[in-house]
Structures are given as structure tokens and as C-alpha cells.
């Protein structure tokens, strides 16, 4: 079987005609369906992500780590934030698993129910003055299955909609699970903001608890949604023809790890400077920049905003001028940004600091429409769910998870923000040289 056996859907493989070939009404119907099933899909799965990030920085070191240093209190809460993302290469791999042996769409359902369950219950979760130390580890655990889940979300959802959608403009195709990232997080710092306002001092005491019990409403939502997408035309067929790899991890490993750890590294200068922007910050502008919670979480919203706008503004770019191009901007945005950033979070000038939280998502926007199609090109179909996954899960080991407990951590040390300024560069050159020894397959039909 050839490195880029299988293909996407509207090919040969897929209709039996020319891949010119014009998409039946019924087929159109279900690529619109793909697209909202992975958009919303991917929105629940990183509502309940985020809203773990923000009151992992505003609540949990009072309330479920508590120290006499504020500092120590708040390294072991984002400690707890990170290692979530330790397990997500795991889940990635085992549901990639049964995603390319079972269905992309069974798969994508109980993610789905794993991690909206494992959500909810943290909404009841008794506090460490109640239970003592079994309080944080059941918190760590409830958070190890919410990472599990969230591990086998992505590839899935990325591959329901690229394999349903138009291979002519695969960046826009892939922007719809992208698109779950602005939204979720615009939808959890809503409700951190909202019950922080409404709930005021009583914040702190039960108010917090409100944006996980409303991910219950969502996860209905999404399962009714998801339940009437069709299996994607290119999996169906490699199951029709029995072309199933019955290892696939192992054929990955063997095959494609070179892969898997240039996109790994790839998302360092996507995912580790997201991390920063909406959750390490919301605990150092604070204390640094000297603004309220409310005015960092409303700058935080702004930002989301802005990133759900730009998205699928530089996906369609980016079939036009080519994706790496747009990657590799993304990189240079964020290297020229970082320094400047946190100079204005310093000068504790209220109006430049909300202008700078606002527009730190943009290097975000420009590199992650793009990624989606990226990343999935690089691998086969029948192992494309396990392969794309996994690779994109693992940059949580580097990138992702690491990344606000390494900000406190550089904070700490050196006692400047600049220090985590050099680190959001750091991983721009690091991204960017990943991204120069990945193969070029944009202009292949997969």
C-alpha cells in the first residue's frame, strides 16, 4: 500500500466516477451536516477544556491547592491543567484505534460522552476545606478523563469534515473543527464572566461550578447532532473493500513517526502561545498589569472574538497562497509579537492592555485554519485518524500542556515576563523549522 494510499471524498475511490465528478443533493446535505457536526462537536469538547484553564488559574489554587505561597498554589494548579495533556497522546492513539478500524462517527460520539460527563461532574466536586486531599485527586483524575476524551476529539472531527468536504479547498474544509477552538473558548470565558458577575463574592464559593454544569446542556446538543452524520465516504469504502489495518498505531509507528514528531513540534508556535494567552495570563495581568478579573477575562473574550472572525479568513487565504506560506507567517507574527506583549502588560496601561490581549490570538488565526489539512495530508487513509491524532495530541508533551506551568515556572525564576516573551519566540523557530522538513502535499488529491 503506497505512503499516500486512499483518498478523500468526491475521489475515484469514493464515487466510482471522475473525480470532477459533481456531489450529489444527498451528498451535499451530509458534507454540510460533517462540517456542523464537527464545528459543534469540537466547540463542547473545548468549552469544557477551557473553562478548566480559566478557573485553573482564578480558583482551584485557592480552593483545591491550597499552600501558603500564592505562587507554589498556583504552579500546582496549572500542574494539574497539564498533565491532562499528558494523556491525550493516549486517548489520541486509542480511539485513532477503533476511528480507523470501527467509524469515524462511533468514535467521535463517545469522546464526545467522556469528556462531557467528566466535566459535569467536576461542577459537584467538593473542595479541599470539605475532603481534604481527596479533593485534588479526584479533581487530577476527573481532568485525566476529560484529557483522554479530548485526545481522540481532534482527529476525528478534522477528518469528518475534510473527507466529506470539497478537495479543491481543503484549508476551508478543514477551518470547521478549527472553528470549535474560538467558539468554545468565547462560550467559557462567557460563562466564567457571567457567573463571576452575576455570582460576585459567592464566586469563589459555589459560582465557579456553573460553567461545568452547563456543559451538560451542550453535550445533548452535540450528541443529536452527531448521531445523524453518515460514516465519510473514504473510510466507508476502505471498509466496504476490507482495506482495514488491523494495527494501525503499529503501522503508524513503523511507517510515520518521522511525521508524528515534525507535527508534534510543529504546533509550538500555535498551541504553547494559546495556552499562555487565555490561561497563564489571566493570573499574571492581573497581578502585573493590575487589572481586575472581570477586565482580563472581557479582553480574553475580545480576543476569541477576533479569532473566530480571522480564522476562516486565513484558511481561504491559505489555499490561495498555500498553506505553508501561512504557517510560516503565523511564525514570524508571533516571534515579532512576543516582547512587545508583554511590554505593554507591564505598563499597566489599562487601554494597551486590553488592545494587547485582544490581538494576541491573531498568530493563533493565521496558522491554526490551516493546520488541519496540514496535518491530515500526511498520512494515508487508513491510518489517517490514528496517524493525524496522534501527531497532533503529542505536541501537548511539548507545546500544550507544559506551557503555562513552564510560564510561572520562567516567571518565578527570573522574575520578569520577558523571560516567558523569549519562550512564546523559542517556539516560533521551533515550529518553523518542523515545518520545513514536512513534505508538501497540498497539490496532491488525497
Given at each position: 500500500?503506497?505512503?499516500?494510499?486512499?483518498?478523500?471524498?468526491?475521489?475515484?475511490?469514493?464515487?466510482?466516477?471522475?473525480?470532477?465528478?459533481?456531489?450529489?443533493?444527498?451528498?451535499?446535505?451530509?458534507?454540510?451536516?460533517?462540517?456542523?457536526?464537527?464545528?459543534?462537536?469540537?466547540?463542547?469538547?473545548?468549552?469544557?477544556?477551557?473553562?478548566?484553564?480559566?478557573?485553573?488559574?482564578?480558583?482551584?489554587?485557592?480552593?483545591?491547592?491550597?499552600?501558603?505561597?500564592k505562587?507554589?498554589s498556583?504552579?500546582?494548579?496549572?500542574?494539574?491543567?497539564?498533565?491532562?495533556?499528558?494523556?491525550?497522546?493516549?486517548?489520541?492513539?486509542v480511539?485513532?484505534?477503533?476511528?480507523?478500524?470501527?467509524?469515524?462517527?462511533?468514535?467521535?460520539?463517545?469522546?464526545?460522552?467522556?469528556?462531557?460527563?467528566?466535566?459535569?461532574?467536576?461542577?459537584?466536586?467538593?473542595?479541599?476545606?470539605?475532603?481534604?486531599?481527596?479533593?485534588?485527586?479526584?479533581?487530577?483524575?476527573?481532568?485525566?478523563?476529560?484529557?483522554?476524551?479530548?485526545?481522540?476529539?481532534?482527529?476525528?472531527?478534522?477528518l469528518?469534515?475534510?473527507?466529506?468536504?470539497?478537495?479543491?479547498?481543503?484549508?476551508a474544509?478543514?477551518?470547521?473543527?478549527?472553528?470549535?477552538?474560538?467558539?468554545?473558548?468565547?462560550?467559557?470565558?462567557?460563562?466564567?464572566?457571567?457567573?463571576s458577575?452575576?455570582?460576585?463574592?459567592?464566586?469563589?464559593i459555589?459560582?465557579?461550578?456553573?460553567?461545568?454544569?452547563?456543559?451538560?446542556?451542550?453535550?445533548?446538543?452535540?450528541?443529536?447532532?452527531?448521531?445523524?452524520?453518515?460514516?465519510?465516504?473514504s473510510?466507508?469504502?476502505?471498509?466496504?473493500?476490507?482495506?482495514?489495518?488491523?494495527?494501525?498505531?503499529?503501522?503508524?509507528?513503523?511507517?510515520?513517526?518521522?511525521?508524528?514528531?515534525?507535527?508534534?513540534?510543529?504546533?509550538?508556535?500555535?498551541?504553547?502561545?494559546?495556552?499562555?494567552?487565555?490561561?497563564?495570563?489571566?493570573d499574571?495581568?492581573?497581578?502585573?498589569?493590575?487589572?481586575?478579573?472581570?477586565?482580563?477575562?472581557?479582553?480574553?473574550?475580545?480576543?476569541?472574538?477576533?479569532?473566530?472572525?480571522?480564522?476562516?479568513?486565513f484558511?481561504?487565504?491559505?489555499?490561495?497562497?498555500?498553506?505553508?506560506?501561512?504557517?510560516?507567517?503565523?511564525?514570524?507574527?508571533?516571534?515579532?509579537?512576543?516582547?512587545?506583549?508583554?511590554?505593554?502588560?507591564?505598563?499597566?496601561?489599562?487601554?494597551?492592555?486590553?488592545?494587547?490581549?485582544?490581538?494576541?490570538?491573531?498568530?493563533?488565526?493565521?496558522?491554526?485554519?490551516?493546520?488541519?489539512?496540514?496535518?491530515?495530508?500526511?498520512?494515508?487513509?487508513?491510518?489517517?485518524?490514528t496517524?493525524?491524532?496522534?501527531?497532533?495530541?503529542?505536541?501537548?508533551?511539548?507545546?500544550?500542556?507544559?506551557?503555562?506551568?513552564?510560564?510561572?515556572?520562567?516567571?518565578?525564576?527570573?522574575?520578569?515576563?520577558?523571560?516567558?516573551?523569549?519562550?512564546?519566540?523559542?517556539?516560533?523557530?521551533?515550529?518553523?523549522?518542523?515545518?520545513?522538513?514536512?513534505?508538501?502535499?497540498?497539490?496532491?488529491?488525497?
Amino acid at each position: 500500500m503506497s505512503t499516500l494510499d486512499g483518498t478523500l471524498a468526491g475521489s475515484p475511490t469514493v464515487s466510482g466516477t471522475d473525480a470532477q465528478t459533481q456531489p450529489t443533493a444527498h451528498q451535499l446535505r451530509q458534507r454540510r451536516k460533517a462540517s456542523i457536526g464537527s464545528l459543534i462537536g469540537t466547540t463542547i469538547e473545548w468549552y469544557e477544556y477551557y473553562i478548566y484553564g480559566a478557573t485553573a488559574a482564578l480558583v482551584f489554587p485557592m480552593l483545591f491547592f491550597p499552600t501558603h505561597d500564592k505562587l507554589v498554589s498556583l504552579m500546582l494548579s496549572f500542574a494539574s491543567f497539564a498533565i491532562a495533556f499528558a494523556i491525550r497522546p493516549i486517548g489520541a492513539a486509542v480511539f485513532g484505534h477503533y476511528g480507523d478500524r470501527v467509524g469515524r462517527k462511533t468514535t467521535l460520539i463517545v469522546t464526545l460522552v467522556m469528556t462531557g460527563l467528566a466535566t459535569f461532574l467536576i461542577g459537584f466536586l467538593p473542595t479541599y476545606e470539605s475532603i481534604g486531599l481527596w479533593a485534588p485527586a479526584i479533581l487530577i483524575f476527573l481532568r485525566l478523563v476529560q484529557g483522554f476524551g479530548v485526545g481522540g476529539e481532534w482527529g476525528g472531527a478534522a477528518l469528518m469534515s475534510l473527507e466529506w468536504g470539497d478537495q479543491k479547498k481543503r484549508g476551508a474544509a478543514g477551518t470547521w473543527p478549527q472553528l470549535g477552538t474560538s467558539i468554545g473558548l468565547i462560550l467559557s470565558t462567557s460563562a466564567v464572566m457571567g457567573s463571576s458577575y452575576f455570582t460576585g463574592d459567592q464566586f469563589l464559593i459555589w459560582g465557579w461550578r456553573i460553567p461545568f454544569l452547563l456543559s451538560g446542556i451542550l453535550v445533548v446538543v452535540g450528541l443529536l447532532v452527531r448521531l445523524t452524520i453518515e460514516e465519510t465516504p473514504s473510510f466507508a469504502a476502505k471498509k466496504k473493500s476490507q482495506q482495514i489495518e488491523k494495527s494501525p498505531l503499529k503501522y503508524v509507528a513503523k511507517h510515520y513517526w518521522r511525521e508524528i514528531v515534525k507535527v508534534a513540534f510543529l504546533r509550538m508556535s500555535e498551541q504553547m502561545p494559546f495556552y499562555i494567552f487565555t490561561a497563564f495570563i489571566l493570573d499574571y495581568a492581573t497581578r502585573t498589569g493590575g487589572v481586575s478579573r472581570t477586565f482580563v477575562l472581557l479582553g480574553t473574550l475580545a480576543a476569541a472574538v477576533l479569532d473566530l472572525i480571522l480564522l476562516p479568513i486565513f484558511s481561504n487565504l491559505a489555499d490561495k497562497v498555500g498553506r505553508r506560506n501561512m504557517y510560516y507567517f503565523g511564525c514570524l507574527v508571533l516571534i515579532l509579537m512576543a516582547f512587545p506583549y508583554f511590554w505593554v502588560l507591564n505598563s499597566g496601561n489599562e487601554t494597551w492592555i486590553f488592545i494587547a490581549i485582544t490581538l494576541s490570538l491573531v498568530p493563533h488565526a493565521i496558522q491554526y485554519g490551516a493546520q488541519a489539512s496540514l496535518i491530515s495530508e500526511q498520512f494515508p487513509v487508513h491510518v489517517r485518524y490514528t496517524g493525524a491524532g496522534v501527531g497532533y495530541q503529542m505536541s501537548s508533551l511539548v507545546a500544550g500542556g507544559p506551557a503555562p506551568l513552564i510560564a510561572a515556572f520562567l516567571l518565578a525564576s527570573f522574575g520578569t515576563g520577558y523571560a516567558v516573551a523569549a519562550y512564546l519566540a523559542l517556539g516560533g523557530v521551533i515550529a518553523a523549522l518542523a515545518l520545513s522538513s514536512l513534505k508538501d502535499r497540498s497539490d496532491q488529491h488525497l
